[in-house]
C-alpha cells in the first residue's frame, strides 16, 4: 500500500497546480454567476470587486499556501465564504482539499463527502475524498472511488488507474 500512497501523494502534488483556472477571478466570476453572493459591495457601495472579494480571498489564499498553516487559513477562509452561501459546492470541495493537502484528512471527509454526495461524478471530489481515506487508513473504502474517477475519464484518470493496477496487485 505504501506505493499507492506514494502514486497518490505525487499525483495530487501534480494536480493541485494543473486543475486551476487561468485566474482567481474567472473562478470567482464562474462562482458568482452560479451562486449570488450576498450583497458585499466595493468601498464605492457598488462593483463587482466588492461582491468578488470573500471569493477571491480564499482562493488566492488557497493558491498561495505553502505551509500546512497557510492551507489551514485558506480552509478556513473557504469555511467562511461557505457560511455565506451553504450550497457553494466548490467552496467545500476546496476546504476539503486544503485540508487534504495540510494532512488534516479527519476534517477533509465532511466537506468531500458533502460534495460527492451533491455531485457523485465530479471526479475532483472523489479523488481528494480517496486521499483522506487514504490518509486515515481506509484503504479499501478509498479504493472504491477510483473506479468512478477511472470511468469519467480527465485529468484524474490516469494517476486512479495506475493506482488501482498496483493495489490489484499487491492483493495478488
Known amino acids: 500500500m505504501a506505493l499507492v500512497l506514494l502514486c497518490l501523494g505525487v499525483a495530487t502534488t501534480a494536480c493541485r497546480r494543473e486543475s486551476t483556472p487561468k485566474t482567481a477571478r474567472d473562478w470567482a466570476r464562474a462562482l458568482l454567476d452560479k451562486y449570488p453572493y450576498p450583497a458585499v ?30 492551507l489551514l487559513a485558506a480552509a478556513a477562509s473557504f469555511d467562511e465564504v461557505v ?63 477510483l473506479p468512478v474517477i477511472v470511468e469519467i475519464g480527465g485529468e484524474y484518470a490516469p494517476e486512479a488507474d495506475q493506482i488501482l493496477a498496483v493495489a490489484a496487485l499487491e492483493s495478488d
Do not use: K, M, N
Not at 45 to 61: F, I, T, V
Not at 121 to 143: C, K, S, T
Open 41 to 70: 459591495t466595493g468601498a464605492d457601495g457598488q462593483g463587482e470587486d466588492g461582491r468578488l472579494a470573500p471569493l477571491l480571498d480564499s482562493y488566492l489564499l488557497y493558491l498561495s499556501a505553502e505551509s500546512d498553516e497557510e
Open 83 to 145: 457560511t455565506e452561501i451553504p450550497d457553494l459546492t466548490e467552496a467545500h470541495l476546496l476546504r476539503g482539499v486544503c485540508l487534504v493537502l495540510a494532512q488534516r484528512h479527519q476534517e477533509a471527509l465532511a466537506p468531500l463527502e458533502a460534495v460527492v454526495a451533491e455531485a457523485p461524478r465530479f471526479p475532483p471530489a472523489r479523488w481528494f475524498l480517496a486521499q483522506a481515506l487514504f490518509g486515515l487508513g481506509r484503504d479499501e473504502e478509498a479504493l472504491g472511488h
